[in-house]
């Protein structure tokens, strides 16, 4: 079980629990491990239980595929963000009865081709990390009830203003993280408020980031 060190360097606890009975659990190992990452965005690179792909996974495979041709980053995360909201629906029975504990599947999401938030956030995730371009997977809360949200940051080389599409997702690129909402942007397809929504800063509340 692959799992993240998305909190940079420092001492991680790991545990590993069983199920005893109902959601009663017990611990079977512990360990302590003192990280010093050689890149700090590795972690944002790599597969574990919120976003998991391989090489041969079929969201790995859709994502050389749809960028075979593509060499800029900015270019290919154009053409995955695009694939998504052209592709996934919302699933609002699925937002209606899951169930905590709920992990995403990005070939599923593919294959029946609707999600939740978290399916999307996933599945970008996925697929631009397969493309060797960190993503992250943030929760929080979002505007205007600060619901709980699934959204991503990625990262792109450079400074200054980055265009992704006109309608869905102008962002301005400061640290290097991008704030990308692909739920939003497939909600309002082709809707200038979606840009407009996404950029204000005040409607998102960070909350964990994987």
């Known amino acids: 079980e692959p799992y993240p060190?998305?909190?940079?360097?420092?001492?991680?606890?790991?545990?590993?629990?069983?199920?005893i009975v109902d959601n009663r659990y017990a611990t079977i190992f512990g360990t302590s491990l003192n990280v010093q990452l050689a890149d700090e965005k590795a972690p944002f690179l790599t597969a574990h239980q919120l976003?998991?792909?391989d090489e041969e996974s079929q969201a790995a495979k859709l994502?050389?595929?749809?960028?075979?041709?593509?060499?800029t980053d900015i270019e290919k995360i154009e053409a995955i963000c695009r694939y998504i909201i052209d592709n996934i629906d919302y699933d609002y029975e699925k937002a209606r009865t899951?169930?905590?504990?709920?992990?995403?599947?990005?070939?599923?999401?593919?294959?029946?081709g609707k999600g939740i938030c978290f399916d999307y956030a996933s599945l970008l995730a996925a697929m631009l990390r397969s493309l060797g371009i960190p993503t992250?997977?943030?929760?929080?809360?979002?505007?205007?009830?600060y619901l709980y949200h699934a959204w991503n940051e990625v990262y792109v080389e450079g400074t200054g203003w980055i265009r992704i599409?006109?309608?869905?997702s102008i962002y301005r690129e400061d640290q290097g993280w991008v704030?990308?909402?692909?739920?939003?942007?497939?909600?309002?397809?082709?809707s200038a408020n979606a840009s407009e929504f996404i950029n204000n800063s005040n409607n998102y509340?960070?909350?964990l980031e994987y």
């Open 5 to 19: 060190l998305q909190m940079g360097d420092g001492t991680y606890s790991i545990k590993v629990l069983a199920n």
């Open 51 to 53: 976003v998991m792909f």
């Open 63 to 71: 994502a050389k595929k749809l960028t075979a041709d593509i060499e």
């Open 98 to 112: 899951v169930k905590p504990g709920y992990l995403p599947d990005c070939d599923e999401i593919l294959e029946s």
């Open 136 to 145: 992250k997977l943030v929760t929080g809360y979002v505007a205007p009830d």
């Open 165 to 168: 599409n006109r309608f869905y």
């Open 179 to 190: 704030h990308m909402d692909p739920t939003f942007a497939a909600g309002m397809k082709g």
């Open 205 to 207: 509340r960070k909350r």
